[in-house]
């Protein structure tokens, strides 16, 4: 089973499932096998597109979900908070809420792969 945050809400997707277009949100791509073994992936949103026989991903980023650095995404969030508050006229205000987006759909990831993992 493949699993994505498609924009409106999370998705899951089985061998043989109707075609779709979607985009998607930043947050975990997760397959699921049949022998109860994951692979997760974190993603900064995109394109999603589904055939019954295959699944394509398209965005501009995708980390192993193992991967992310927790200190990294805190240190981004902090950093984006403190911009959208500061409101100052020379601030591009929607790459910070974008950052901070991001930083907080990595620090999901990373609570979500803790909880599976039964930490």
């Known amino acids: 089973m493949f699993f994505a945050p498609a924009a ?3 998705i899951g997707v089985l061998p043989n499932h109707t075609p ?16 109860g073994e994951d692979e997760a992936f974190y993603i900064t949103g995109g394109m999603l597109e589904v055939q019954p ?3 394509t991903v398209l965005s501009d980023t995708a980390l192993r979900a193992h991967d992310l650095d927790e200190a ?4 981004a969030r902090e950093r984006a908070e403190q911009i959208m508050a500061g409101r100052e006229a ?7 809420q974008a950052e901070f987006a991001e930083a907080i759909a ?8 803790r909880k599976r993992a039964g930490r």
């Open 8 to 10: 409106g809400g999370d």
């Open 20 to 35: 779709l277009l979607s985009t998607l949100r930043p947050g975990e791509v997760r397959l699921s096998f049949a022998d």
């Open 53 to 55: 026989d295959q699944v």
């Open 72 to 75: 990294a995404a805190v240190q």
């Open 90 to 96: 020379d601030i591009d205000y929607a790459a910070a």
């Open 106 to 113: 990595q620090l999901a990831t990373i609570q979500r792969l």
